[in-house]
């Protein structure tokens, strides 16, 4: 499967657009739809332009992983919600994530709820559950279902 407008909307609506590298809550240097990696240091200014391909680029190759780890049917919304916790949380931690065992074990509602099992973040070594990633898993397994 491939990603489509509605799921690319609703990834660059939970990440937001920032054109100036920025520190996120953990520290690490981030800019455009979240982006992170070499390069992405204090002071790096970016267009629209660039912001808006490297969003794209990012969310073809994720495509294309979470393609691969699907077993069985699955809607556009699933893949979509899916897609969109695979960037925020990571494609590897996706890819042996509860949420995607049940998928392909056909048991939906089970992989709906175990979205919000990723509502925590750690900060200097303390797990807490953030208010905004609750409200994020939501919205996914909200999608997931529908």
């Not at 499967?1 to 509605?6: L, W």
Request: proline share 1%.
């Amino acid at each position: 499967m491939k990603v489509d407008q509605s799921g690319l909307n609703m990834t660059a609506g939970n990440e937001g657009c920032k054109l100036v590298a920025y520190p996120d809550q953990k520290g690490v240097w981030t800019i455009g739809y979240g982006q992170t990696g070499p390069g992405i240091v204090k002071g790096l200014v970016w267009t629209q332009a660039q912001a808006n391909a490297a969003f794209a680029d990012a969310e073809a190759t994720r495509a294309l992983r979470l393609s691969s780890m699907l077993t069985g049917a699955t809607s556009q919304s699933q893949f979509d919600a899916m897609l969109d916790l695979g960037y925020n949380i990571g494609m590897n931690a996706l890819s042996t994530s509860t949420v995607v065992r049940q998928h392909n074990a056909g048991n939906f509602k089970a992989a709906a709820a175990a979205f919000l099992l990723w509502d925590k973040i750690t900060v200097n070594g303390v797990v807490t559950v953030d208010a905004g990633l609750v409200t994020r898993r939501q919205r996914e397994a909200t999608v997931y279902l529908s």
